[in-house]
């Protein structure tokens, strides 16, 4: 996929979360946000796996721990669920850290806890894009 079709469907999950936003309002949780998050994304032919676990490669040995990411959009773009007061810098970082062990150049952080969700959304790049 090329940088023009990744910011297209970039713009399609934002859309996806703010008509999920749009329906339920803030104040719930997580998890509900991101069932209700893949079956908009359903709704619209947009493929993506949910809940994909995160290989923790410590000095060449791979340990068993069970981390995962919350949507992998189309095989290209990570996007991380929450529903919280304040998106803290740990949020960041956390998702840059996921953008790297899975070698995807653009992540999503998408915080459903907020009056208008374009104040809860950032876009995060790994390296160049």
Not at 58 to 69: A, P, S
Not at 89 to 94: H, I, L, M, N, R
């Amino acid at each position: 996929m090329n940088k023009e079709e990744i910011n297209k469907l970039s713009g399609i999950i934002l859309d996806s979360a703010i008509e999920v936003h749009r329906q339920l309002g803030p104040g719930l949780l997580e998890s509900v946000y991101e069932i209700c998050l893949c079956r908009e994304l359903e709704l619209r032919k947009i493929r993506f796996l949910k809940q994909v676990p995160i290989p923790i490669i410590y000095k060449g040995e791979k340990l068993n721990y069970d981390y995962r990411i919350d949507l992998l959009v189309e095989n290209e773009i990570i996007v991380e669920l929450k529903s919280v007061d304040i998106l803290h810098s740990v949020f960041d970082a956390q998702l840059l850290t996921y953008l790297r062990l899975f070698d995807k150049k653009l992540g999503l952080l998408i915080n459903f806890n907020v009056p208008k969700l374009v104040d809860g959304f950032k876009r995060l790049i790994n390296g160049y894009f």
